[in-house]
């Protein structure tokens, strides 16, 4: 116990026990000028006190409470007539963090454990159990308030941090919570410490014994707090970051990362709960590299009936002729198939031998101008329409761009009203989407006669 009461009077210096720190005759008399004025109060009252009596250690522990209770009550005043209003007037968003956390309302209750630490000795001597009992109960009282204050005042810290910028890139929650389990973990050895009689450090040095049952206890914690380091230094995963977890069905954005979890909100807005260590330990997809970047990447094929692809012959090349969007690409085709014949000595009626438009090729070359004619595809990034390997359900013809539009809503209006337009001019070029065949297209067959 001695050893908790020396680190008390080192934090309350100015409001250890008045008798600390003085010779024994003056200790002496200033304990028995108490003593006597305690007992003349309670002559005042009526009350015929001995020292030592039931009667008069009620009477002063009544005392003691009194006078705490008034000073917790005089400091409660103060906080809510001056320093409440204060904070109401200031334009600084900091103090209002420490007032929702409730910094001020636990600085007031510490006054109570101060005025009873300081003046039990005045009254009790240490001969009598109720002095023992009493120094216990107020280390205690001192210590659970200070551990309160100082949990609310890492919460505050928290709230005003999580307000600037850089919150998103390097949020603080689970540091925040490591402190807070220091404190608490601090807080039990000096109460352990208090009722056994025994230094901390003695305490300490018993833990070595359990060690990996302690590491198994706090084996998810030990885990967190690793990897939240990793994060932080890393810059892995912010606040506000969209994710993607296909092992535990995660797909939504991040709301807190903790010591222990992560929360994230998917999009279907349900919340999702993980280990931090899950970030750093598993398969995760971040999307901020697309939402910092200069668009949304579109990837989407449509398949062609193979029987639908064919050489386009004049009147189809007259038909494409007047859209504007094929017209470079024509009269470039064409020269360059002239030249073509010519050098390979090929006559132009030879169908066999020389190359050909076809219309899934012109297809192609229309939607690639078509893209990088549209307002809202980035031409800083890649832009361009492929054909894929054919396949039973036909010939894949992907579309590869960027949408300068991120927002979930819009992309997806974008990369709709482009497909809508794919499907809608496929029959100029006289090809046709693969579709299966479903029961209500089957005609039935009509018997014979």
């Known amino acids: 116990m001695n050893y908790v009461m020396t680190v008390l009077s080192s934090i309350f210096t100015s409001t250890a026990p008045v008798t600390e720190g003085v010779t024994e005759p003056m200790r002496s008399q200033v304990v028995a000028d108490f003593v006597e004025l305690l007992i003349e109060a309670g002559q005042y009252l009526g009350m015929k006190l001995e020292l030592g009596s039931i009667s008069y250690q009620l009477f002063a522990l009544g005392s003691i409470f009194a006078v705490a209770i008034i000073a917790f009550l005089i400091v409660k005043f103060i906080l809510h007539f001056k320093v409440l209003r204060f904070v109401a007037k200031s334009s600084n968003t900091w103090d209002d963090c420490l007032l929702e956390a409730g910094v001020f309302r636990r ?14 000795s005045l009254f009790f001597g240490p001969e009598e159990k109720i002095y023992s009992l009493l120094a216990n109960l107020s280390a205690i009282y001192l210590l659970f308030t200070v551990w309160r204050t100082l949990s609310a005042s890492l919460t505050a810290i928290e709230s005003i941090y999580s307000k600037s910028q850089l919150a998103k890139k390097a949020p603080i929650t689970g540091f925040i919570q490591v402190a807070k389990l220091l404190f608490t973990l601090i807080l039990i050895f000096l109460i352990l410490s208090l009722l056994l009689g025994k ?15 302690l590491v198994l206890i706090f084996r998810d914690t030990i885990l967190g707090f690793v990897a939240g380091i990793q994060i932080a230094a890393n810059r892995m995963f912010n606040t506000g970051d969209w994710i993607a977890m296909p092992k535990y069905e995660v797909d939504g954005e991040i709301l807190e990362i903790g010591l222990n979890v992560v929360k994230i909100q998917n999009w279907d807005k349900t919340i999702s709960t993980l280990p931090t260590y899950a970030l750093t330990t598993d398969a995760v997809k971040n999307w901020r590299g697309m939402m910092e970047s200069g668009g949304r990447r579109i990837k989407r094929a449509v398949y062609i009936d193979i029987h639908s692809v064919g050489f386009a012959d004049a009147e189809l090349l007259d038909e494409w002729e007047s859209m504007k969007l094929l017209n470079g690409y024509l009269k470039a085709k064409k020269q360059e198939l002239v030249d073509d014949r010519k050098l390979k000595d090929i006559a132009e009626t030879d169908i066999l031998n020389c190359r050909r438009l076809t219309n899934l090729g012109t297809f192609r070359a229309y939607l690639a101008a078509y893209l990088k004619g549209h307002e809202f595809v980035n031409q800083d990034l890649i832009c361009m329409v492929r054909q894929l390997p054919p396949t039973e359900i036909g010939i894949p013809l992907e579309i590869y761009c960027f949408s300068k539009e991120k927002g979930w809503v819009i992309y997806e209006r974008i990369q709709s009203d482009i497909f809508d337009h794919v499907l809608a001019i496929m029959p100029v070029f006289k090809l046709r989407a693969y579709q299966r065949i479903s029961s209500n297209n089957e005609q039935p067959q009509k018997k014979a006669p």
């Open 107 to 120: 600085l007031a209750r510490i006054v109570p454990g101060i005025i009873v630490y300081s003046t039990y």
């Open 199 to 213: 230094s901390p450090v003695f305490l300490l040095s018993g833990l070595t014994a359990i060690a990996a049952v």
